[in-house]
């Protein structure tokens, strides 16, 4: 029954013709750049998600939102 759902799968991504290779292309560009900004954000500028999430609701509790 899978072999059967993956072929529908593929075949409807052919019957897509040259537009479904474009939303693939543009799918596998957005996943690496996500990665890419994961990567940078965690590593290079050691940012902590969680400290900084803390930080802002700090300031919007005490409505400083120029902060």
Excluded: T
């Excluded at 075949?11 to 474009?22: A, C, E, N, R, S």
């Excluded at 998600?49 to 609701?57: D, H, M, T, V």
């Amino acid at each position: 029954m899978d072999q059967l759902n993956q072929i529908g799968a593929i075949k409807f991504f052919v019957d897509g013709g040259p537009f479904m290779w474009l939303v693939l292309g543009i799918s596998i560009m957005s996943s690496i750049l996500m990665v890419e900004r994961y990567l940078a954000l965690r590593y290079r500028y050691h940012i902590d998600g969680r400290q900084l999430f803390n930080e802002i609701k700090k300031y919007l509790a005490v409505n400083d939102h120029r902060r």
